[in-house]
T-cell receptor, first 112, second 115 residues
Framework: KQEVTQIPAALSVPEGENLVLNCSFT??????LQWFRQDPGKGLTSLLL?????REQTSGRLNASLDKSSGRSTLYIAASQPGDSATYLC???????????FGPGTSLSVIP | DTEVTQTPKHLVMGMTNKKSLKCEQH?????MYWYKQKAKKPPELMFV???????INESVPSRFSPECPNSSLLNLHLHALQPEDSALYLC??????????????FGPGTRLTVT
């Protein structure tokens, strides 16, 4: 059974710092991995999608990497801003299209 | 248009009521999803429709009944719910290519309270 974990559970950094969020999964047989952000009480906003054949994806200040063999993905946020404060979730799609498992999330707070 | 819309935004219902949640997308996506999210927890997948084929999560009680009238619409019918069903219900959609779903787009959710 696929299990997804995220470290750290919470993170507080001063504005301008670069930071790394981690996502680990137990079953490397995945179709893709997606990173989302969620503001309190809101829906999820897609940040980056990495297909199983890819190693990384970049969008603006965000860079996500994927290492299937070790069951890890990292989300790198450059030059953090207070507007980046949110919960960041990773989700893996497993061997069947209906097997989508989310990690518990990392709560990020960027202090001005 | 990359928007998934959900109605209503908030819903309060008694345990004997019957209500429905609605979700709509016009991105031409062929997969649509219902998730349940409790406070401080990640979303949990409930149902998936892909090319009108339903995939049911075994742990979802029968008091939740999904319906997909067409490829743009997804409903979740609610009947005889329990207070523990109170949660944020999220709808999502994605394209399907070569049998694999792609990037998921989420709606804003319906905040459901069962009294």
């Amino acid at each position: 059974k696929q299990e997804v974990t995220q470290i750290p559970a919470a993170l507080s950094v001063p504005e301008g710092e670069n930071l790394v969020l981690n996502c680990s999964f137990t079953d490397s047989a995945i179709y893709n991995l997606q990173w989302f952000r969620q503001d309190p009480g809101k829906g999820l906003t897609s940040l980056l999608l990495i297909q199983s054949s890819q190693r990384e994806q970049t969008s603006g200040r965000l860079n996500a990497s994927l290492d299937k063999s070790s069951g890890r993905s990292t989300l790198y946020i450059a030059a953090s801003q207070p507007g980046d404060s949110a919960t960041y979730l990773c989700a893996v799609s497993g061997t069947s299209y209906d097997k989508v498992i989310f990690g518990p999330g990392t709560s990020l707070s960027v202090i001005p | 248009d990359t928007e998934v819309t959900q109605t209503p935004k908030h819903l309060v219902m008694g345990m004997t009521n019957k209500k429905s949640l609605k979700c709509e997308q016009h991105m031409g996506h062929r997969a649509m999803y219902w998730y349940k999210q409790k406070a401080k927890k990640p979303p949990e997948l409930m149902f998936v429709y892909s090319y009108e084929k339903l995939s049911i999560n075994e742990s979802v009680p029968s008091r939740f009944s999904p319906e997909c009238p067409n490829s743009s619409l997804l409903n979740l019918h609610l009947h005889a719910l329990q207070p523990e069903d109170s949660a944020l219900y999220l709808c999502a959609s994605s394209q399907v290519e070569a049998g694999e779903e792609c990037e998921q787009y989420f709606g804003p959710g319906t905040r459901l309270t069962v009294t």
